[in-house]
């Protein structure tokens, strides 16, 4: 168990819908990290928070959007969904702001997300 | 670009014999790198590390991996695999100045035969 706690664990909405994933950390980490996987794009980055503001962002889409809240929990938010956003999104929480190369990261067990 | 590179989809290998996963990066500056490890149904797990020093990097569950600059390589090797370690491996880097998106490999799936 990495202390990473990521809700719900599948998710199957149709296209056009608008769902929110939940991520809470480890205890103590200020940072948290979102990931897509998927079959065609692989692993990657879409988002980093560090104690509430947003740190990082990589390949996230404008109809996709993240907060972190005061308990530094984290909510991703997926909107006009599409067939190609079925994925599996994961999270990640690290203790540092740096990026995840100065301190170890540890990942949720994601979410899978089928879009019909 | 950035980018990181497995070049085997799929691995199989006998209960018992080595291992070795190939990984390939492409950076202005040599990266922080790292080997995960993803078994089904699961997260990622970090095995290991490299940021600099000791090109031969030991880490969890008997895995080590060796940095070779000159061939862009970052291989994870193991003597002796066992049944358990059947899963999916990534490879991914962090370049010094590249922000914090950690770039991934797109993963070896590695099955163990009895």
């Known amino acids: 168990d990495s202390g990473v706690t990521q809700t719900p664990k599948h998710l199957i909405t149709a296209t056009g819908q608008r769902v929110t994933l939940r991520c809470s950390p480890r205890?103590?980490?200020?940072?948290v990290y979102w990931y897509q996987q998927s079959l065609d794009q692989g692993l990657q980055f879409l988002i980093q928070?560090?104690?509430?503001?947003?740190?990082a962002k990589g390949n996230i889409l404008e109809r996709f959007s993240a907060q972190q809240f005061p308990d530094l929990h984290s909510e991703l938010n997926l909107s006009s969904l599409e067939l190609g956003d079925s994925a599996l999104y994961f999270c990640?929480?690290?203790?540092?702001?740096?990026?995840?190369?100065?301190?170890?990261?540890?990942f949720g067990q994601g979410t899978r997300l089928t879009v019909v | 670009a950035q980018s990181v590179t497995q070049p085997d989809i799929h691995i199989t290998v006998s209960e018992g014999a080595s291992l070795e996963l190939r990984c390939n990066y492409s950076?202005?500056?040599?990266?922080?790198l790292f080997w995960y490890v993803q078994s089904p149904g699961q997260g990622l797990q970090l095995l290991l590390k490299?940021?600099?020093?000791?090109?031969l990097v030991q880490g969890i569950k008997g895995f080590e991996a060796e940095f070779k600059r000159s061939q862009s390589s970052f291989n994870l090797r193991k003597p002796s695999v066992h049944w358990s370690d059947a899963a999916e491996y990534f490879c991914?880097?962090?370049?010094?100045?590249?922000?914090?998106?950690?770039?991934f490999g797109g993963g070896t799936r590695l099955m163990v035969k009895p």
């Open positions: 990640a929480s690290s203790a540092g702001s740096g990026g995840l190369g100065d301190t170890e990261a540890f």
């Open positions: 205890s103590g980490d200020l940072s």
């Open positions: 928070y560090y104690n509430g503001e947003e740190r």
């Open positions: 950076y202005g500056a040599t990266p922080y």
């Open positions: 490299y940021f600099s020093g000791d090109t």
């Open positions: 991914a880097a962090l370049g010094v100045n590249a922000g914090n998106m950690l770039t």
